[in-house]
């Protein structure tokens, strides 16, 4: 099987970060969009060589008439493909209205949701969405403006449990000339339907600005992105390292380097919650001993050098 | 003495960050415009509290007509305060004509030329700038796009050896409101002169984009930078730990951590190198035992987990 070079690198990225096993059963996440597209049709390619089994995801909001149509289009290419076809209709304005959250959060949320239970109910290995380094470009500066540490930077992950991103590697210009010169059929692209304020900004008015001011600036971002991933692994495994978990407590001592309070945030995380914040951190880190705080439900104790921390019923 | 909010905030991170001690003698870069006027003014207030010994240096780097009148200015004001005052000339568009580097370059490299020989001759324990908060963004974009990994993204730092910067808690804005209400003199800022492209595109296009996306973005942008600083801690805290210099050799284990990279970084950047790349650094890190690689003058030889870096005479 001959991979051209967007392809190759797509292909590398995925040995790389160990984003499949070879006969993975993989859930690609399709609107019919160019970006979506391009990864169905690479991963199909690469399937020849890895033995994945795909498997498609459409998930049909119901924001627009096109949706119908767009539905059919992916319905009838994923069929001469044969592969699995997997399909949601949503009626994402009724379920926001009612649950009085934006269009874009409660699109996500349902689409999301829809993803996890089919990849549960016919038991894919992995999800697989079409982000490419555009979107990581997007999220880093989301993330720096709405504020963010250094773990919140390491934004999008390639592998995510099962959640995977393939595309991470390559840019929407990549995407772009790949759907040009394969002649890659898609749909207009639906998924910006119900870009917010905030996000539509950034990739419309700020992100064009980078280009030009230095050449390859994307590669850069992707570079940053790899350090920030490997410093995630590297809380994480100080996580493992230091803290304990007994009697529903977490305890584990201050050392006085940047970890502290990156495992006191990771603890909240963990427990879907929101972690405190910078100056809070700080204050609790510093704490005397024999102090104690309480952050919502959680109760933080201090002991010499050991925090303990202990979720209140 | 009375401190207003804006004078505090700057009081209170001198403290915290330990810019300064008590009867420090300092020397402040002064070019007459809003930023360096309002250090000066500010510093000149807390002087009277912590007893600091202040002195003025003014660099004229005559490339526009208006620098015989900053220059005159500046020490007429400091004149009134009663305060040491330095200054040179020198010609910025002659030199970097000869040596073949871009008027920012040049103006940059001779300035702080000029502010170390002073500080020594002088005796002066610090020199304080007037970078700001918006400095401190402009710099994080600047690094971002053109390339850096973590220990990079920490950018402007508080205090780097005999160099600090009290005022990188404070926005422009919060500048430009000090200046106002206190009616504080100054000359139209000359400082942006020779601003190049990039900088200029990045302060001017880039920056402006980001007010109005996120309240107080500055803000959830300093406190990334706080964090960032103690990621540098921390590296050079692992760095002290881990490396032993004997024998005109460094010497450090492989741990698998992210520390692994920095640390090779560090040692390239101490002795006035550009550090390998992203690419280049993997292949140091995971080469084999017994295997050697040359960059630039360093032999790099591994042992086991052990990396062994030498300087070729």
Chains 1, 2 share one sequence.
Not at 262 to 288: A, D, H, Q, S, V
Request: aromatic fraction near 14%; proline fraction near 2%.
């Amino acid at each position: 099987m001959y991979l051209n070079s967007f392809e190759k690198k797509i292909f590398n990225f995925i040995k790389t970060y160990k984003i499949f096993k070879k006969c993975d059963k993989i859930l690609i996440a399709v609107s019919g969009g160019k970006d979506s597209m391009t990864l169905l049709n690479v991963l199909y390619k690469i399937s020849k060589i890895n033995d994945y089994k795909l498997g498609v995801a459409h998930f049909n909001h119901k924001i627009r008439k096109e949706s119908e149509h767009e539905e059919k289009f992916v319905e009838e290419y994923v069929n001469k493909f044969g592969l699995e076809y997997h399909y949601e209709n949503f009626d994402i304005i009724r379920y926001s209205e009612d649950s009085k959250i934006s269009i874009e959060q409660a699109a996500r949320e349902k689409r999301y949701e829809f993803l996890f239970n089919i990849q549960k109910e016919f038991k894919y290995d992995k999800i697989a969405t079409a982000h490419h380094l555009n979107d990581v470009t997007e999220t880093l500066i989301y993330r720096l403006l709405r504020g963010t540490g250094i773990y919140g930077l390491s934004g999008l992950m390639p592998v995510n449990e099962k959640l995977t991103r393939p595309m991470l590697t390559v840019t929407l210009k990549d995407v772009e000339d790949y759907v040009t010169i394969n002649k890659v059929e898609h749909v207009v692209d639906s998924s910006n339907f119900s870009l917010e304020y905030t996000r539509n900004k950034i990739r419309h008015k700020i992100i064009p600005e980078f280009d030009g001011i230095f050449d390859n600036y994307e590669n850069n971002i992707l570079t940053l992105q790899k350090i920030l991933w490997e410093y995630r692994n590297t809380v994480e495994k100080e996580f493992k390292k230091r803290v304990k978990y007994e009697k529903n407590e977490y305890i584990y001592e201050i050392k006085g380097d940047i970890f502290d309070s990156e495992i006191l945030r990771l603890i909240f995380m963990k427990n879907k919650n929101y972690p405190p914040n910078y100056e809070e951190t700080k204050k609790i880190i510093n704490m005397g001993s024999k102090k104690q705080r309480k952050i919502y439900n959680f109760l933080i104790f201090k002991n010499k050098r050991h925090l303990h921390i202990s979720q209140l019923k």
